[in-house]
């Protein structure tokens, strides 16, 4: 457990060498990205979103990709094409960019609907088909999706299928002013992503997935409680779509997660709310009336869990 814990802090030590003053936002991606899950950053323009995402990638020993999602974008493009070869008289299948083991999606509503069906099937089962194939995707896989909520011009909304495979929806936030005071007294010689190198191997890397599924316990009254909450937001007047059970698993995950990373082997009700915001408010849709009067999910959220009784026993 303790080596555990040391590698993930060098992991979030080598993140913040390039986002300032955010560690709390560093630890919640590198969260997800052990839960096995894909993570949607979402925020304006110059926060930081693709310069996290980058650092994740350099930081571990991976192959990378990245998309830049554009409205001319085709499915085509990200999954792959199967091309005739002359020399062999076959054809032959050329995968896309999809192949890696984390995909930065740079500004993923920028693309059409179309294209972003392309990802619901690689997002939830790891494989790509194609022409009546099917080709697994490296492991680990990981997206890594960014996008501008402000800015709607040239974008589309997200399907809502394609919302819920994003186990972890986060906002990198402005820094304060200490931080942003101290990005512009080093502007010279602070780090940059491509300055990065990496601190682990890929090996290392699903070593520590592994251990967060199967050195992690779960009580039975912890599993309850991650139900209760997912089956509140159901009935919650404001709430046109509830959590899906998808919700339940990614929430279950990313409390393993931080269970790990504190040093313990078992999840507590405290790991369950830490990650419940970050893994569940993307999966509601409000109603008209309630997002008039200006309630946002992380708060309706936020409700749900407040109103669930904490259950006492964690250990099996």
Not at 56 to 66: A, D, Q
């Amino acid at each position: 457990m303790a080596v555990f814990v040391q590698m993930f802090d060098s992991l979030v030590d080598n993140v913040t060498k390039v986002l300032h003053g955010k560690e709390g936002v560093v630890r919640a991606a590198l969260t997800c990205v052990l839960a096995e899950g894909h993570l949607l950053i979402e925020d304006v323009p110059g926060v930081g979103k693709t310069s996290l995402a980058r650092a994740i990638c350099k930081s571990v020993n991976l192959t990378w990709n990245r998309v830049q999602f554009t409205p001319d974008l085709l499915p085509s493009d990200i999954t792959g094409v199967t091309v005739f070869d002359q020399a062999t008289s076959s054809f032959s299948f050329r995968p896309g960019p999809v192949f890696a083991n984390i995909v930065l999606g740079d500004e993923i509503n920028r693309a059409s609907p179309k294209t972003q069906s392309a990802l619901l099937e690689v997002m939830q089962e790891h494989t790509v088909s194609t022409d009546g194939a099917v080709y697994p995707v490296p492991r680990p896989f990981v997206v890594i999706a960014t996008q501008n909520p402000i800015d709607l011009e040239g974008t589309y909304v997200l399907p809502e299928a394609q919302l819920d495979r994003f186990l972890m929806r986060l906002s990198v936030g402005y820094p304060s002013a200490e931080a942003e005071a101290e990005v512009l007294r080093t502007e010279k010689d602070s780090a940059t992503v491509e300055q990065l190198s990496a601190v682990m191997e890929r090996d290392a890397l699903l070593a520590m997935i592994e251990f967060v599924k199967r050195g992690v316990e779960v009580s039975r009254s912890v599993e309850q409680y991650i139900v209760a909450i997912c089956s509140s937001t159901r009935e919650m007047p404001e709430i046109r779509l509830g959590v899906s059970p998808r919700g339940g698993l990614a929430l279950l995950r990313a409390a393993r997660v931080v269970a790990a990373t504190a040093g313990r082997p078992f999840v507590t009700p405290d790991d369950v709310q830490a990650m419940a915001s970050a893994t569940l408010a993307h999966r509601i849709v409000l109603r008209p009336d309630a997002s008039m009067q200006g309630r946002t999910p992380e708060e309706v959220i936020a409700r749900a869990v407040q109103a669930v009784p904490v259950p006492r026993a964690v250990v099996r």
